[in-house]
């Protein structure tokens, strides 16, 4: 059965950072594209961070570029994004995704068949 579990949100200041974690299985890390999306009350779920593969090509909404980097450990199966130089309009609900089989689109909520539960992240100013 294939599972995601994200984690490591909380609350921290503008400027601060975090290190968000998604945990997998049911599928082997390697050859699968994974994103981080987030959505935030009102509005409509963003992309901001694919890897097309592990040590593939990385995407990065404009928002965040600079400032967030997406990587894998595929031994322990996890997935993480760090996040630095946060801002309040940061603050949402993240979540990590899985979807075997797609080239392109990786920042397309719609391309994606496995979600994680999300973690809330909460940026104060």
């Known amino acids: 059965e294939v599972q995601l579990q994200a984690s490591g949100g909380g609350l921290v200041q503008a400027g601060g950072s975090l290190r968000l974690s998604c945990a997998v299985s049911?599928?082997?890390?390697?050859?699968?594209?994974i994103a981080w999306f987030r959505q935030a009350p009102g509005k409509e779920r963003e992309g901001v961070s694919a890897?097309?593969?592990?040590?593939?090509?990385?995407y990065y909404s404009d928002s965040v570029k600079g400032r967030f980097t997406i990587s894998s450990d595929n031994a322990r199966n996890m997935v993480y994004l760090q996040m630095n130089n946060l801002k309040a309009e940061d603050t949402a609900a993240y979540y990590c995704?899985?979807?075997?089989?797609?080239?392109?689109?990786?920042?397309?909520?719609?391309?994606?068949?496995?979600w994680g539960r999300g973690t809330q992240v909460t940026v104060s100013s």
């Open positions: 890897m097309s593969k592990s040590d593939g090509e990385q």
């Open positions: 049911g599928f082997t890390l390697g050859d699968v594209p």
């Open positions: 995704a899985a979807a075997p089989g797609i080239k392109g689109y990786y920042l397309d909520y719609v391309m994606y068949d496995y």
